[in-house]
């Protein structure tokens, strides 16, 4: 599919992927010929992804051409989990009142995979994996601007949750995939939506406990 869209598209979608799954840590000063040339692309598809990932707070210009992934404090990370608590359940059950049996059984296809990532201690793989997962989910309730919204806040704390992963390793995760698919098949929209609250808040609270013992980089309130 990447193949089939505009260069500028697809050097975005690279640039959005390294902030996604924590190729670039929160901080991290990048140049825009670095990006250029680990990307192998024209300098004005880079530029004009930047300018696009800037304005969805995914990068900040640190000047000199530098550009950073923004540093989260403990502040940034409550009112992450305060919009994601607000938004993600809630399309988790408009998706569960829509999906049909084959939906859920591409969702537990993978889930199968996070759950691997997580065995194998797949760092990249269970970042990727997890994020197909609500993604999947997420689509399926038909609401594209909550949909917008939601990968504007993981853009924000994904690159967080890289750092977690790579301290803690993957066997602690949270993952209450399994309780969501269950509801799913069982048509239980409130306890779909519950699922993935719980989640969202388990993440959140590892997050901001590994920032606050120092383990993620993040500036003054």
Avoid at 48 to 54: D, F, P, S
Avoid at 86 to 109: F, G, N, Q, W, Y
Avoid at 123 to 144: K, M, P, V, W
């Amino acid at each position: 599919m990447m193949d089939k869209l505009p260069a500028h598209e697809i050097v975005y979608r690279r640039i959005r992927d390294m902030v996604l799954f924590g190729e670039l840590a929160p901080g991290q000063a990048v140049t825009i010929q670095g990006l250029n040339a680990a990307l192998d692309s024209g300098i004005t598809p880079v530029r004009e992804a930047i300018r696009r990932l800037t304005a969805e707070g995914a990068l900040e210009f640190k000047g000199n051409r530098r550009v950073s992934v923004p540093e989260l404090t403990p502040k940034h990370l409550v009112e992450l989990g305060f919009a994601r608590v607000a938004i993600e359940p809630h399309l988790a059950e408009m998706a569960c009142k829509r999906m049909v049996s084959s939906d859920i059984d591409a969702l537990e296809t993978i889930d199968a995979q996070v759950n691997a990532a997580i065995r194998q201690g797949d760092i990249r793989a269970y970042l990727e994996q997890n994020y197909r997962f609500h993604t999947t989910l997420y689509a399926q309730s038909g609401a594209d601007i909550l949909g917008a919204m939601v990968q504007g806040l993981w853009l924000r704390v994904g690159p967080s949750l890289r750092i977690v992963c790579g301290r803690y390793g993957t066997a602690n995760l949270p993952d209450k995939h399994a309780e969501a698919i269950a509801a799913l098949r069982a048509g239980q929209a409130a306890d779909v939506a519950a699922a993935i609250r719980d989640d969202i808040v388990q993440g959140q609270d590892q997050i901001i406990a590994a920032l606050q013992e120092g383990g993620v980089r993040g500036g003054a309130d």
